[in-house]
């Protein structure tokens, strides 16, 4: 069992820069893959980016592409996600995911644990 609670999120400006943080329970943080999604109201929810076990393998959603870096830190079992250059269509509620089915995973069905939420708001 895995506990995942974020935090970091927030209101700023477009083309400020962000960094949400993601803490993990459990010893076992270092053998999950781990993401980061988003949904909006109305809308299904998004994969942003994940992170393999070891945080040598990562993939992006072309929407974030260059602007998004994910990263881990196994020690602290902690993962992060740095925002640069944000717009407002980055305006979302930000959800931590862990799984075990590796970090090309994309879909919500395919991570096993998440965090609560945290909002993060882009303006014009």
């Known amino acids: 069992q895995v506990q995942l609670v974020e935090s970091g999120g927030g209101l700023v400006q477009a083309g400020d820069s962000l960094r949400l943080s993601c803490a993990a329970s459990g010893r076992a943080f270092r053998m999950y893959t781990m993401a980061w999604f988003r949904q909006t109201p109305g809308k299904e929810r998004e994969f942003v980016a994940a992170?393999?076990?070891?945080?040598?393998?990562?993939n992006y959603a072309d929407s974030v592409k260059g602007r998004f870096t994910i990263s881990r830190d196994n020690a602290k079992n902690t993962v992060y996600l740095q925002m640069d250059s944000l717009k407002p269509e980055d305006t979302a509620i930000y959800y931590c995911?862990?799984?075990?089915?590796?970090?090309?995973?994309?879909?919500?069905?395919?991570?096993?644990?998440w965090g609560q939420g945290t909002q993060v708001t882009v303006s014009s």
């Open positions: 992170i393999s076990w070891s945080g040598g393998s990562t």
């Open positions: 995911a862990a799984g075990t089915r590796g970090y090309r995973r994309v879909g919500v069905s395919e991570y096993d644990y």
